[in-house]
């Protein structure tokens, strides 16, 4: 039952508008609906193998689920039965669920309503039928005792598919397009029909058949939406209105059955796809990749057929960027730190410009339309990206580059280093070029990767603490890393990157096994048969996108606290080994009492040392020996899926917690203070401006880091030129770079919004490779924006 | 039934001597200071509320926060809820605040980002607990590592 007001607006507004406030102003409630169908639909087939009863849940899910058409809407489908709501997913994990239960609507930071009545059903009927049986519980049953130990120590987290499963994906969906979900159940049961008996009845006969069932509940589903479309128009008085939902009704009997044939079908397809695999499994940032690439065929049609204008597939394609806003997760309360700006941690992705499989720039009228789309919406998402060829039109460049300036929050990306990055990584060159982004800023071959890419986040700078402390935690006091040896004794440089790397290499190894075995609790208890069919390879092999079934299988792990342990280890050789101002006994004293009575020593340190970002060869050097060294270590590993652990550069907020977990650091940083952001320099670091921090950037291996790297930069936006902006972000990629990212907000904008948040509630900014609301976010991370550092561009 | 304390008042007996010595310590005082915030810590076996004000200014010369025993008024930025035989044991570093609360031991809520401004304190104050321990005679309290 829909549980939702119609908020209505003032008639003066435009459709958009209408709908862009509406999502805005709603708020953030939980709603039980799947976890209740899922849970009726176990109980009565939990004895059958994962592929069958996961399926039938699956059914049970999208047959009963609320169907609601709302006031203005063309494009359809709801994920709950509220605006905002967030569906859970107990049998991920259960016990964080009932530990939040009575807080999630009195919690100071993403609050999310739910009612009594939900809280006891969650509480009588749902939650104590998942104890026993949750991936979590799996996990944490075959995880060795010392992983378990490790896990717990806050040096590398797992968190996300232990919560919610599998995300961070894009499907094919010109594949869907092009034959509906009929050519998908075909090829399925002409597969299946193919197998020999003994495949038949294992795995791969009840992957296919899964498969089938999980695109026959789609049909239906969307089937649901036509007839209630068509029940509304015979009640509609508006014969406008009326007309519209009779479209709507048509479209959604027609797609994702079907192939599509016009703009209209085409979007709603992709949405219905889009939002089933968000039901099926809740690991955020599915996203709907490149847009503009799958979409064009259907806009030409249209507009040579005369159905459309570019005034109307603007409209159409800002309700589709408005309609995603709808799909978010509540978290739990003791992630909270880590996930600021819930809103933004869906992060769906577009991505529209670059270039085509055949390495020409594939920029079309839809890229203009899709940004022109977004920078009418300018909501948390989608995350829009925009890449660039060397080739792109300097339309295009201008365009995003004045929505940019002008606060429209997007990111950035340089065709040339990624997809050279991406065959590096082992694609081929046509998917490279290929590439959609995932969650923060990922580049994936579209359609063709389960790639996990925000699996895991690695605290490096723990690990360099270990090092110069014989493997003891200086926040805690106890042993918690490798014994390396007392620093006080290291006679060179060579044996401080010893102890680090000793250290590295443990815990990523520890992480390595903790992740596999998570992994296979996953692909054990909650495959994804229906997001396996729309992914390439799945189908090919008869294997689940959890087990491997995907083209392209990795993990990403995120280095956090990069330019902390740069600054720190040139720090040492600094001072201890080049110049011999200091010992490393002194030092090391100095770190485990977070510089208590030695501030002109850590005055030293923070002030007097070159840092990361000031285009200094010594320093960018060793930083890119702590990027090679990550890579080679990662690169020793293989995953459950038989793919590669893939090295990032990007934090979320992650370096606000994982900050608050390290002591101090021999760059000047006290202990417990906010590490460095992504590839970003340390704040207040960086004092030689933004080309200076460029020039170190494009010095590093980013090529190496597959999974990606996020370098935000902020800038008196109102204040600056376009051109100038351009011939930064131009000259940026053409030395290398590969992401940028800015957030052209005034402090004083900022302040005013904290002490008034009620009236900025749509003040976006951007954390690391997302946005979020900036009133939505915990006061440590409204000042850590704050304090980045504001730019000029002087011409 | 508690290990470590025989009720609420022996409970309070020993945190109210602990947090006198920690408010009042320099060193560990003036970083809580910076949290600037006002915490609530909620003991279970055997029940007790104490709650620490680190954001208004301190009620008596030379201490850097407040803290009230037993149930009060203000109203707390963040909680944090666990048996009172668990936060024995952690003041000695034995318990492993991310275990605790991934396990559900420890409960907590509120701005729980700004409750990590705290943990710088935490190595400082757990050298103090066993000091505080022994000042009081109650050396039998002390918690060995093994």
Known sequence: MNTQQALRQPPTRSRVDRLRWKIIEAPQEVCVERARYLTEAMRSHWDKPPFTRISLAFEHILKNISVIIRDDEIIVGCRTSKLKGAPLFPENKSLWIEGDLENFDTRALQRALITQEEKDELTANILPYWKGKTVEERMQKFMPEDILDDMDKYIFTMMLEITYGIGHFTMNHERVLAHGLLGVIDNASQTLAGLSPEEKDGEKGLFYDAVIRSCNTVISFARRYSELAHAMAGAETDPERAAELREIARVCGRVPEHPAETLHEAMQSLYFIHLVAQIESGGNSISLGRVDQILYPYYRKDIEANRTSPEKARELVAMLFVKVNEIWNVLEEAFIPGGEGTEGKTTQNVTVGGVGTDG?????????????????????????????????????????????????????????????????????????????????????????????????????????????????????????GLETGDPAGFKSFDDVWNAYDRQMRHFISQMVRGMNVLDRAIAETVPSPFASAMVDGCMEKGMDLTRGGAVYNSTGVQLMGFANVVDSLYAVKKTVFDDKRFTMADLTEWLSEDWQDAEDKRAYFLNRVPKYGNDNDDVDALASRVIDHYC??????????????????????????????????????FAGDVLGNGITPTTGNAVSGPTAIMNSVVKLPVERVFNGTNLNMRFQGKQISTENLTTLINTYFRCGGTQVQFNMVDSAVLREAQRHPEKHRDLFVRVSGYSAAFTGLSEIAQDEIISRTEFELRP | MSQYYKDTEDLYKIYGYFLDRVLRDEKIGTKMRKAGIIIKFMYTDPDAEITIDLKNPPAKEGYYGTFYLGPCDLKADVWSKQPADHSHRFWHGLENPIAGITKGIIKQGGKVTAMLKLLPVIKPAFRLFPVALKEMGLDDLIVSKK
């Open chain 1, 360 to 480: 020409k720039d594939a920029t079309n009228d839809l890229s203009y339309i899709a940004l022109d789309a977004y920078a009418d919406v300018r909501t948390v998402q989608p995350d829009f990206g925009v890449r660039f060829s060397p080739d792109c039109p300097a339309e295009l460049m201008r365009r995003a580059v004045d929505y940019d300036r002008d606060g429209v929050l997007m990111h950035l990306f340089n065709d040339e280093t990624i997809v050279r990055s991406l065959v590096r990584g082992g694609h081929t060159l046509e998917d490279a070029r290929d590439y959609g982004i995932v969650g923060c800023l990922e580049p994936n071959a579209q359609g063709k990767t389960f790639a996990s890419t925000f699996a895991v986040q690695f605290n490096g700078i723990k690990c360099l603490e270990f090092a110069l402390s014989n493997g003891v935690d200086n926040i805690f006091g106890y042993p918690s």
């Open chain 1, 632 to 669: 080679d270590v990662l690169s020793e590993h293989r995953n459950f899926r038989g793919g590669a652990f893939w090295p990032g550069i990007f934090s979320v907020g992650f370096h606000i917690t994982m900050g608050a977990f390290t002591g101090a650091t021999s760059d000047g940083r």
